[in-house]
């Protein structure tokens, strides 16, 4: 989810597991995206599925890793 905030409003309701991308997290995660997209551009890259899986993989852009890395867990109290 996208928020300003990982802090729900007193009269919101958090899902369990729910994670946030707030505008301290968005950035970081916008470079690793733009470092992504630049570094597969060179030399075709893009065209090569190794090279685009070593490029997720080390900017943690793939599946569980990019949560981690690019999202704040939601505080479940305000």
């Known amino acids: 989810m996208g928020h300003r905030s ?4 007193r009269a919101g ?20 995206v733009r470092g992504w997209a630049t570094a597969l551009a060179l030399e075709d890259e893009y065209r090569n599925p190794a090279a685009v ?19 704040l867990h939601a505080h479940m109290s305000p």
């Open 6 to 9: 990982n802090k729900p409003h």
């Open 53 to 71: 899986r070593q490029q997720l993989l080390a900017r943690k852009l793939n599946g569980a890793s990019a949560i981690e890395a690019h999202a």
């Open 13 to 32: 309701a958090v899902p369990a597991g729910c994670r946030i991308i707030t505008a301290a997290t968005l950035p970081k995660l916008r470079d690793a």
